[in-house]
């Protein structure tokens, strides 16, 4: 099914208000429109949005990769919401039909399926896996077939269907939490902001550098069949998200990070929730697994 005008639009929109938004704070931040608690509650805003990302549509919601209580299932769901990186629902089918069609036809957003060669291949490819997809393919992956399972699920639905009250309320709650520091109508709208539209547009930017980024520049040691990449200086940002060949060797692991120094947060905070009893049959990758399509990939 073809994107609708008005559909482009709304991404065009959420794409261009929070770029737009970070020029306006940053010309504002020579002055006096930053203080200490605009830093605190952008942190917050960006590790619950993140991780509703990471933790939420990725490793649970798209792989299954732990199984966790109904009240924490729903709360994930709404978390990752949060980013604006589109309703649930279509976020988790999308992904989906990225694993199934990795870097070949039909993959959503691929840096190397029909954008030519040479620089300018390069560059159109890189440019529609960051961002261009957005205005092409997003959303328009077959939600009855690539989520059957979360389509089943009314409560799932009504959080999809309520995803233009959760954006208004991701720029809503920072401004609440502003006026309510700082108690002043400039004080909310300093967190409106900064937590508000800059947190939102780095969190796109982070998400967005996995499919472009890590599917071009990077290294590989396991046989995957497709140009997924780990990029270490993405992984803080990412909350660990860049070790993206790890996570393409092994889709439903809950840990991206398979070694000691691969930094990966959101392997930490599903480590964490296990041990509290919150989240459980948590897949992991055992040694000889990985050596196992470590050895497959260097015959």
Known sequence: ???????????????????????????????????????????????????????GFHRHLT?????????????????????????????????RKHHTFSD???????????????????????YHAHIGWLFESNGRAEKSRYCPDLVADPTMRTIHRAFPLIVFATIAIPFAAGFAWGGTLGAGLEAALWAGFVRIFLVHHVTWSINSVCHFFGQQRFATGDQSRNVFWLSLPSLGESWHHNHHAFPRSAFHGLRWYEFDPSGWVIYTLEKLGLVWNVVSVDREHQAAKLATATR
């Open 1 to 55: 099914m073809a994107m609708s005008r008005l559909e482009r639009n709304v991404n065009i929109a959420a794409v261009a208000i929070p770029f737009l938004a970070t020029i306006l704070a940053a010309v504002f931040a020579w002055g006096t429109f930053l203080h200490a608690r605009d830093l605190v509650i952008f942190a917050v805003m960006y590790m619950t949005s993140a991780l509703g990302v990471t933790v």
């Open 63 to 95: 792989h299954r990769a732990f199984e966790t209580s109904r009240p924490l299932h729903y709360a994930l769901a709404i978390m990752g919401s949060l980013s604006v990186e589109g309703p649930v629902l279509a976020w988790v089918a999308d992904h």
């Open 104 to 126: 070949e036809e039909g993959d959503p957003h691929s840096p190397h399926v029909g954008h030519g060669a040479g620089i300018s291949g390069m560059l159109s490819g890189l």
